[in-house]
C-alpha cells in the first residue's frame, strides 16, 4: 500500500499525505509546501509516508 501512496504523493502530494495521516498538522503544511513549490511538496509527503 505504501507504493501506492508514494505514486500519488509524486503526482499530488497533499493527497500522499491526506491518505496517510487525513486532516492533521502534516497535511497543512504539506498543502503549504505544495504551494510554495512542487518539489518540497513531494519531498515532504515521500517522508511523511516514508517514516510513518
Known sequence: MDIIRIIIAIILPPVGVFLQVG?????????????LGYIPGIIHAIWIIATR
Open 23 to 35: 486532516l492533521g498538522l502534516q497535511f497543512w503544511i504539506n498543502i503549504v509546501l505544495t504551494l
